[in-house]
């Protein structure tokens, strides 16, 4: 007998043995009788059709008000790639920027497994002890194949995120070169509107494509570990030019002497490599994020390159041509959209391939081809009537 006083209902599954009985263990049990209520009934939710809003004088006024809650809302709709999010995205950046740009912006690159998150954990949560307001924008790699991220980055800086003057921003990368989340100029802009002094940019990886995010922030921290190859391997990697200062993590316990000659080999070929801030010179240091060895040495080298910079011009130099860079970027993506977007474009996209592996044209002239059409086009998302 069930709950409502009605005999359960059994039978045998069909792979019984011929002599098997009352004992044997296995039986079906009938199921539960469908609800017949509508499809649409047990769908129904009143917080599924109401469309997401965003007011934007009230975005605005949280942002301000560091309503952590608002500022992320507002990150979403900067990040949305809807069309519909595109004008108010965007309006809401112009009536931010004037309240931006009062920040430090650091960007944390380094090969996996060199304790990205740990190090700015323990960077992050030493400034907050000195009074400073500290933003992460950790950007997660996106699958190619399902397109989806983990995101917990947030979960790795526990003890950060607990802080009060913390805030912790996971983003996809969305397969974007660099690793850099295509709204991350816009994400630096709203974080420093709600009074984020310090901003870290967390990177997903390092090498040729990682250099992105040198065009978004004012110093660049190039993480290694010791055993990640010797000095030409060093050398050979292009993002070495770009580093303001390389730290070699994980300097603790029996691994201290290693990272230290490691310190001392990258040390070495530093002075061979064109500088690329005027005035400053690029040097390694050894640290540990799990103990917080040294940590409070980098950001006084920070500290330093920050005061350096801005009274030898270079720090809002910097700044202004970053905005010139985001313009092209902006400019290429839109392009790329424009073009792939055109219904013609796309017909031909595909013939083209095919004769190109069918060797009856070459990719040269194929582009060539396809770019003639698309002016003729008029350079519109849809064909030309």
Not at 369 to 376: H, K, V
Request: glycine share 8%; with cysteine; proline share 4%.
């Amino acid at each position: 007998m069930n709950k409502t006083g009605r005999k359960k209902s059994f039978r045998l599954p069909e792979w019984t043995p011929d002599q098997a009985g009352k004992a044997f263990a296995s039986r079906i049990v009938s199921g539960k009788t469908a609800d017949k209520r509508k499809k649409t009934d047990l769908h129904k939710s009143p917080a599924a059709k109401t469309p997401v809003s965003y007011n934007l004088d009230d975005l605005m006024k949280g942002v301000l008000a560091n309503d952590r809650t608002v500022l992320s809302k507002a990150i979403t709709l900067l990040e949305s790639n809807a069309p519909k999010h595109f004008l108010p995205a965007q309006e809401l950046v112009k009536k931010l920027l004037p309240y931006s740009g009062n920040s430090v912006r650091i960007g944390v690159t380094g090969v996996p497994g060199a304790g990205k998150s740990t190090f700015i954990e323990a960077l992050g949560l030493l400034l907050i002890r000195q009074n400073h307001k500290v933003a992460v924008l950790a950007i997660d790699p996106s699958s190619s194949i399902s397109k989806g991220s983990i995101l917990g980055d947030k979960t790795r800086m526990e003890n950060l995120a607990r802080m009060e003057n913390s805030f912790i921003r996971p983003s996809p990368a969305s397969g974007i070169l660099g690793g850099v989340a295509r709204k991350t100029r816009e994400t630096i802009i709203a974080c420093e509107a709600a009074g984020y002094d310090v901003i870290l940019v967390e990177t997903v990886g390092v090498g040729q494509s990682e250099i992105t995010v040198r065009s978004m922030v004012d110093f660049f921290l190039l993480l290694q570990i010791t055993g990640a190859g010797d000095e030409l391997q060093d050398i050979k990697k292009g993002v070495i030019e770009l580093a303001d200062l390389i730290v070699i993590n994980k300097a603790d316990g029996d691994n201290l002497q290693k990272a230290e000659a490691a310190k001392a080999e990258i040390n070495q070929i530093l002075p061979y490599l064109q500088p690329l801030t005027e005035g400053w010179k690029t040097v390694a240091l050894t640290c540990s994020a799990l103990t917080g060895y040294n940590i409070q040495l980098i950001w006084d080298k920070i500290n330093e390159f920050v005061r350096i910079t801005k009274n030898n011009g270079i720090f809002p130099q910097r700044r202004k041509q970053q905005q010139l860079e985001w313009l092209d970027t902006l400019l290429k993506e839109e392009l790329h959209n424009l073009f792939f977007s055109n219904s013609v474009i796309n017909q031909n996209y595909e013939a083209y391939k095919q004769k190109i592996l069918a060797g009856e044209t070459t990719p040269v002239l194929a582009a060539a081809d396809l770019i003639e059409l698309f002016i003729e086009q008029g350079f519109s998302k849809h064909k030309k009537v």
